[in-house]
């Protein structure tokens, strides 16, 4: 089983039409949610640790991670708000996010919350986001993360938003620290360049990899990722698709090679530190493809299993 860390809320899009003809639409959304959702669609175990809000939002949250097949054995309730995530798009079909998120439920925990142990199933943790650089979550997930590096696949996705985590110094120091415990980096050039504006991604890959990561992975769009590990530099192509928006696609990108690492019997630490560039190569297709996909859906819409196999043959 994959445990997906961190923060799920609404998003609300600005200038879409809801089917009641109102200006909006409603949706789930939050990065790791999306990766937990991503995951139980593609068919693999997983399960999510995080607080979600006692109101209709959380339950609505709640109902969808129990459609996609994901464990609730790790959430907690709240009484506080769920966030709100404002996006509206533009002519590329690019996110542009306004949040509404103080004191709010996905927040909420706490290191005493964590649970004592893990499974012995659970063979990697998922975590990223704002959840790592937003009191007290931010806390009990690198707590956790200490807790269990070492015995089990740890990927991280920063997935900057400055505008909730404020300090971005703040936040790439608390990443920065986690890279030791790190088994897996997935991070977009964006990422790259609000965290250190000018470098170039495959030279911060690299400085990522000697701090502790067995594989690091960049997205770059249209460009295709590139993936970083034991001395080697891979690039693949991105799929070209008519994109509606790129909300997701991230995330599904994250979710999807975790799938197929954990199909492959390859999502340990041991094993993540003898891929191939064979390997590496099928992971960064199979993750391009299922991205790909959801960049021709509205929002975040993750594909199964088979909507990835026939999409690659199509090709």
């Not at 960049?218 to 990722?225: F, K, L, M, V, Y």
């Not at 799929?239 to 994250?254: E, I, N, S």
């Not at 929002?299 to 088979?306: F, I, S, V």
């Amino acid at each position: 089983m994959i445990l997906v860390c961190g923060e799920a809320l609404i998003d609300l899009f600005i200038g879409a039409t809801s089917p009641e003809g109102l200006p909006a639409e409603a949706v789930a959304g939050g990065s790791p949610f999306n990766v937990a959702i991503g995951i139980g669609r593609l068919g693999c175990p997983v399960g999510f640790l995080s607080t979600l809000s006692e109101d209709a939002f959380g339950s609505f949250l709640a109902s969808r991670l129990d459609e996609a097949g994901v464990s609730s054995d790790f959430l907690h309730r709240s009484p506080k708000h769920t966030t709100l995530s404002v996006i509206a798009t533009n002519a590329a079909g690019a996110p542009q996010y306004s949040f509404y998120a103080e004191n709010c439920a996905d927040r909420a925990l706490t290191a005493d919350a964590l649970p004592s142990t893990l499974p012995a199933t659970v063979n990697a943790i998922a975590a990223g986001s704002y959840s790592l650089g937003v009191e007290p979550v931010s806390t009990a997930i690198e707590t956790l993360i200490r807790r269990e590096a070492g015995s089990r696949v740890i990927s991280l996705d920063p997935n900057v938003r400055p505008r909730v985590v404020g300090d971005l110094s703040a936040f790439r120091q608390r990443f920065e620290r986690l890279l030791a415990d790190a088994t897996i980096i997935k991070a977009s050039d964006e990422d790259v360049e609000l965290l250190y504006p000018g470098k170039a991604p495959v030279a911060v890959a690299r400085e990522w990899l000697e701090q502790g990561p067995k594989l690091v992975v960049i997205t770059r769009g249209a460009e295709g990722p590139m993936a970083v590990f034991d001395g080697s530099v891979l690039e693949r192509p991105a799929p070209q698709v008519q994109v509606v928006d790129t909300v997701g696609a991230g995330d599904t990108f994250h979710a999807a090679l975790l799938a197929w690492l954990d199909a492959q019997s390859r999502l340990t630490p041991e094993q993540v530190a003898r891929l191939d560039g064979a390997q590496v190569e099928a992971a960064l297709d199979f993750a391009a493809a299922a991205a790909a996909i959801v960049c021709t859906r509205r929002g975040a819409n993750p594909p199964t299993w088979d909507e990835v196999e026939s999409f690659m043959k199509a090709r």
